[in-house]
């Protein structure tokens, strides 16, 4: 649904709300009402500065159909990337949970 509305500062606002926008968003469409009782929950450990950013009890949850999906990226998750620096030092805890 469109909506059009005069901001604070005088300019004319066009907003229109979008269900799925871009291709690398996380669920499918076509499979967004799937059963996924498998999954990761990704935290910071006490002490980590980012925490100060994020909020202490941030966590964002990964939820798969299948154990064997949610080990795949669970290891995928765990592997240091490239885009690290090689000085940096990676904080974020994963944790296999289940529904």
Known sequence: MAKS???????????????FCHAH????PSEAGAERPYGIRVTLPEGDTFR????????KL????TEAERDAAFEHMA???GYYRKS???TQVLERIER
């Not at 509305?5 to 269900?19: E, P, Q």
């Open 88 to 90: 940096d030092t990676p």
């Open 52 to 59: 100060g950013i994020l909020g202490e009890n941030w966590e």
């Open 79 to 81: 592997v240091r990337h």
């Open 5 to 19: 509305a005069w901001n604070t500062t005088g300019v004319w606002v066009y907003s229109r709300a979008m269900d």
């Open 62 to 65: 990964h939820w798969y159909p």
């Open 25 to 28: 968003n996380l669920v499918d």
